[in-house]
């Protein structure tokens, strides 16, 4: 019994002492900024770094997107160290220290929670940013943040800054929004995506989101840095791995365009990329449309939801199958309308080359080939080889 006092008086006192170190390292760290959202948070928060960097800011920034990244202040980047089992939101804090340690003027860090309890303590007790972002408000992981959108919004709201300044482009659901920040004695900022003009974001290296370029000025703003100076850093930074990308091929005289979608993942989002595809990219050729529909046997839910946007929005001449969950895709499809005839089964084959010669094969002439339902196994595979092959459109 007395061990068991000692070790317990032990415990309290080591994290006494671990919680006022972790403040003194926050207090290190003048501008500290927490970008949360269903939807790109990733991209986000690599704009925001390489604007403050191109201010003239030391800063650390971390991704925990399609591959976790650690961005240091000259750019570069290193992948986060390997993880033993599911990552842990304290891996939050283990990055505040580095970046008090390198004397950072900033650190951005992209939230890693899902649950609510999880959201509020990553905000409030690790990273008590000066800046937080919330993207946008989607329904997605429904299973712990759900089961409506508006349940995603009232989750997503517990990270808002304590009496910091919070950006949001969010429109639907940004009543939430004002609710939380009121509470928390926040500013709110709200922008647009029409506050950026498609000639500057037609000087990005990927398809950019207007409205996560917007999130990403704004903060720059707030920090010190000006909209121009913050532009051109934006603009000549790499991409997010998830980040939408286009790539063309030619084979046999015929060109093919793929078009990134993989890491969109829900409904709404996919739209989202879709109508920017045809707007921005597709606009005007007489090819015909391809969508190539990765499945996640883990994400079944989702396989619906693709399905009936592919067949009643996107209404492609084929589908090609790739990944997991075959029948239950095929299902989908018939269900939502999708004739038989078209949907193509590419689930065996495990080479992108070889997918993609047989995707060419199908599409003689040549094809916009449009990338839907998930980053993992052949979506990242049909990925990296337009990346590597493709010449960038």
Known sequence: MYVLVVLCIFLLGAGIVENLLHRRCLGQIPVRVHVNGTRGKSTTTRLIAAGLRAGG??????????????????????????RRGRANISEQMRIIRLAARRKADAVILECMALEPENQWVIEHRMVRSTI????????????????????????????????????TAEREYLPVFERAAGKAGAKLHTVDGSDVPDEVNAEFK?????????????????????????LAGMAATAGDPGAMTVRKMTLAG??????????????YSTLAAWRLFIERIRAGSQLPTAVIMNNRSDRLPRIGEMAALIAQEIRPSVVFLVGESRRLAVR????????????????????????FDRMAAECKEGAWLFGVGNTRGAGQSIADYFLENGAPI
């Open 57 to 82: 800011l030391r800063v650390v920034a971390k991704t925990t997107g399609t591959a976790a990244r650690l961005i240091m202040e000259d750019g570069s980047e290193l992948p986060v160290a390997r």
């Open 132 to 167: 937080g972002v919330i993207t946008n408000a989607r329904r997605d992981h429904v299973d712990v943040m759900g089961p409506t959108a508006g349940d995603v919004a009232e989750t997503l709201a517990l990270s808002v800054p304590y009496r910091g300044h919070l950006v």
């Open 206 to 230: 990927y398809v950019s989101f207007r409205e996560n370029v917007a999130c990403a000025l704004r903060v720059c703003e707030l920090a010190g840095v000006g909209r121009g100076v913050a």
């Open 254 to 267: 015929a060109d093919y365009v793929f078009a990134n979608a993989f890491a969109a993942n829900d409904q």
């Open 332 to 355: 989908a499809l018939h269900r939502e309308g999708m004739p038989m005839e078209r949907v193509v089964d590419l689930t065996k084959i495990r080479e992108a080359r070889l997918a």
